[in-house]
Each structure stands twice: as C-alpha cells, then as structure tokens.
C-alpha cells in the first residue's frame, strides 16, 4: 500500500500499490563521493545518460518549502539550503504544484545561500515540472517557474504525474536542444503508473524518472527499478519517508543494534538507507524544513567513519525491522 495514503501533495491519477516480497540481492553501486568542508563525503551516483555525477541524497520541496519568505519557516530554510550545500547536496526537486515552494527556492538561491547557478558551473541541480494540460500552457507555466525560480536553465524538467505527458515531451525534447534545460524527466507518486512510467522510458527519450520507493512501498523492486537499469534511465526517488509516516510508525522503538553498531542513529537514516541499498537509484529526495532533520538524511548518504555503503542484504534487514515494528 502507499503508506502516504491520499494525504500530502495534491493528487495526480490512479491507484495505491501493494507492497511485494523480499527483493533480490543485487551487487550495492560503486561508492564514489561527494566531499564538503566538515570532512563528511556523500555516496555518488552518475547519471546514466551523461556521466555527470550526483550525490544521492536530494531535497524534496512538497510542504516544507511552501511558506512564506516572512515567516521564521523561511528563516530555518535559508539554514537547510546552507547546510545542505555545506556537505555537498546539490538536487533540489520542486513543481508549480507546491504553492511557494519554486519562488522560495529562487529566492534561498538570489540570497545567495547555496553557492550558484542552475547551470553547469552551479552546485544547486533544480528540478522542477510542468504540470498542466496543453503546449502552450507546459510553455507559459515552464516561464514562470524559470522566473520563480531565478533560474535561466532549469537542469531537470519532468513531466509532473504523467500529466499530457506526450505533448510535453515534445516540448521538452526541444527545449533540451535548445539548452534551456539539460535533462527530461517523468515521475507519479503510485504503482498505478509504474507501467507507464515503464513504457515511456522504453519509447521516449527519458534521461529521469522519479517514483516512489520505501521500505514498505516496494513495488518498484520488480519492474521499474530494473528497467531503469535496463533503458540508462536515472532514478530519483519520491516519499521516501512515506510523507514522514515510517518515522512515526518507528517512533519510540530503539534501532537494532547491528544498525548502531554500522553508525546509522535513527530510523530514518534507515529508510533512506535502505532506497540508497538499491544500486538503480540515482538520488533520493527526502522533504524538510528542518535543519536537524536535513542533518539526519545527509548522514544517512554519507560514508562517515570508513562505513561501507549499503548493500541490498543491509537493505533486507532494514526492510524486515521495519516491516515486523
Ligand atoms: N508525483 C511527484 O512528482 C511527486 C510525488 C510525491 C513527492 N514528490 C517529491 O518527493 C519529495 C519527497 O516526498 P514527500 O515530501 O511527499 O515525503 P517524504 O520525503 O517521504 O516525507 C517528508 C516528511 O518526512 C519528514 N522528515 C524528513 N526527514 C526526517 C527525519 N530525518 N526525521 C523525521 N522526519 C523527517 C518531514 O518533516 P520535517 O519537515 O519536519 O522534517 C516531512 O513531513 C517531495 O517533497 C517532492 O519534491 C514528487
């Protein structure tokens, strides 16, 4: 089931999902990382249609950042954009569908907080969506979020719960050739999508597709994940917390202690570690507003004290403590 049920981000089309059993043990990615100036390092992933590299642990925008840049919300955000770009994070996944969210991350960026552009010297990699019917108004809406977002060149522009998808990927094929933005992408939030999600990488140019994916939510483990793997298609991950609902199903319980004995301090660290175990994800994109929070998930992606990445036996155990709480 999709543990964030009908809550949250406002709704795209089609059903929950059904969880399915114990994945098959692929070999973990190879570690490469991302260092930043307190000496931690992030897990790198390269993005399969161009090399580039990226950290695989991202921001996600969904709530957190739809407030407004008068509020002391906004203030602990200007302090989540700095840590994160202090230890190395660089994707920050927003949609004209999050309220404020595109015009508070344009405006974290004129402050100048995380260190650059949306270009390939910038160290924030923005991507956004188009979510609307229609070519001209894909256009019109993709404007206004380059304009929200301070930002010249969009560096992922996806296609928002597959909404007219095949019109805007027409446009986005362009607009990629054109260099206004650098990678085209497709997400939804549920497996009633999955096949088509399937479909359209297999058909269309798709460099991301970003989905959901947790520990409970594992459906993405027989298909989509490894067609991903399959077509050279990026992953980013969705919900990743189920909307913060694993975090709160594991509250009050102590973590096992192979996990603290591995360096992990939380259950969330956990969840996120288990969706970074899965060698086709290319980042995971956790929402916060809050710093200690922020802190947290990039210590989950990162390999502090020689601890080795996670591996998919790492992931079955997480996947087990969690499943039987
Ligand atoms: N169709 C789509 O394209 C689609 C659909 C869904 C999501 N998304 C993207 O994916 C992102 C992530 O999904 P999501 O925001 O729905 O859910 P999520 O990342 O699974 O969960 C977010 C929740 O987890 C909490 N949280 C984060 N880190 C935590 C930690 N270390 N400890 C305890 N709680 C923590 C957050 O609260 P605090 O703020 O208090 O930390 C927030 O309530 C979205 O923001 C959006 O960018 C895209």
Same mark, same amino acid.
């Given at each position: 089931m999709g543990r964030g049920g009908l809550r949250g981000e406002p709704l795209g089309q089609g059903p929950e999902q059904a969880p399915h059993p114990d994945q098959p043990e692929p070999p973990a990615?190879?570690?490469s990382t991302t260092g930043s100036d307190d000496g931690s390092a992030l897990i790198e992933r390269a993005i399969p249609s161009s090399g580039e590299r990226l950290p695989v642990l991202g921001l996600g925008t969904f *709530?957190?950042?739809?407030? =407004?840049?008068?509020?002391? &919300?906004?203030?602990?955000?200007?302090? %989540?954009?700095?840590? $994160?770009?202090?230890?190395?994070?660089? /994707?920050?996944?927003?949609?004209?569908?999050?309220?404020?969210?595109? =015009? %508070? %991350? *344009? &405006?974290? +960026?004129?402050? *100048?907080?995380?260190?650059g552009g949306a270009d390939a010297t910038g160290r924030m990699f923005v991507a956004t969506k188009v979510w609307t019917q229609g070519a001209r108004e894909g256009i019109a809406q993709m404007e206004r979020s380059m304009q929200r977002l301070r930002a010249a060149r969009i560096d992922l522009m996806q296609v928002h719960n597959l909404v007219d998808v095949d019109t805007h990927l027409d446009t986005?094929? &362009?607009?990629?050739?054109?260099? +206004?933005?650098r990678y085209i992408g497709i997400t939804h939030y549920h497996g009633g999508a999955f096949a088509a999600l399937e479909k359209l990488m297999r058909t269309r140019s798709i460099d991301f597709v970003q989905f959901n994916y947790h520990a409970l939510d594992r459906e993405a483990e027989q298909r989509l994940l490894p067609a991903a793997a399959d077509t *050279?298609? &990026? /992953?980013?991950?969705?919900? @990743?917390?189920?909307?913060?609902e694993l975090v709160r199903r594991m509250r009050g319980r102590d973590l096992p202690t192979w996990a603290s004995k591995a360096g992990y301090r939380s259950w969330a660290q956990l969840a996120l570690a288990f969706v970074i175990a899965h060698p086709a994800v290319t980042c995971v994109i956790p929402a916060t507003g809050d710093p200690a929070h922020l802190a947290d998930n990039l210590d989950a992606a990162s390999t502090t004290a020689?601890?080795?990445? @996670?591996?998919?036996? $790492? #992931? +079955?155990? %997480? #996947?087990?403590?969690?499943?039987?709480a």
């Open positions: 990615g190879p570690v *709530g957190a950042f739809d407030v =407004s840049q008068r509020s002391s &919300a906004f203030d602990a955000l200007e302090d %989540v954009i700095e840590l $994160f770009d202090r230890r190395g994070g660089r /994707v920050v996944d927003s949609s004209p569908m999050y309220g404020e969210a595109e =015009s %508070v %991350v *344009g &405006a974290l +960026r004129a402050a *100048g907080r995380q260190g986005l094929e &362009a607009w990629k050739a054109e260099g +206004r933005i *050279g298609t &990026a /992953v980013l991950v969705n919900r @990743p917390l189920g909307q913060g020689g601890r080795p990445a @996670p591996d998919a036996a $790492f #992931a +079955r155990r %997480v #996947a087990q403590a969690i499943a039987t």
